[in-house]
Nanobody
């Protein structure tokens, strides 16, 4: 079984920074393409950023220039560096990744979510 475990959320003032991590554990062999999503209260889950297995990235317009997605393939870990945080960035952030387990089976995995709260 493959699990994605997020960490790094918390409470921060506007203009501040946070770095989220998403580490794969269990019977993971390799993570492929992945991304970060977020869901604010009363809203649908939205895509924040994606990263391919080769490191190509894409961002939602609302976070371009402020957030950076990255990965460490050796650690099967993805990151989301969030700078210049705004009130509207408040949400539960989820990581998602496609990957292979040690038996060679492909799957799509979600983390449990981590709360990011931006206050004025």
């Amino acid at each position: 079984q493959v699990q994605l475990v997020e960490s790094g959320g918390g409470l921060v003032h506007t203009g501040g920074s946070l770095r989220l991590s998403c580490a794969a554990s269990g019977s993971v062999y390799r993570l492929n393409a992945g991304g970060w999503y977020r869901q604010a209260p009363g809203s649908q889950r939205e895509l924040v950023a994606t990263i391919s297995s080769g490191g190509s990235t894409n961002y939602a317009d609302s976070v371009k220039g402020r957030f950076t997605i990255s990965r460490d393939n050796a650690k099967n870990t993805m990151y989301l560096q969030m700078n210049s945080l705004k009130l509207e960035d408040t949400a539960v952030y989820y990581c998602n990744a496609a990957g292979l387990n040690v038996l060679g089976y492909a799957g799509n995995y979600w983390g449990q979510g981590t709360q990011v709260t931006v206050s004025s």
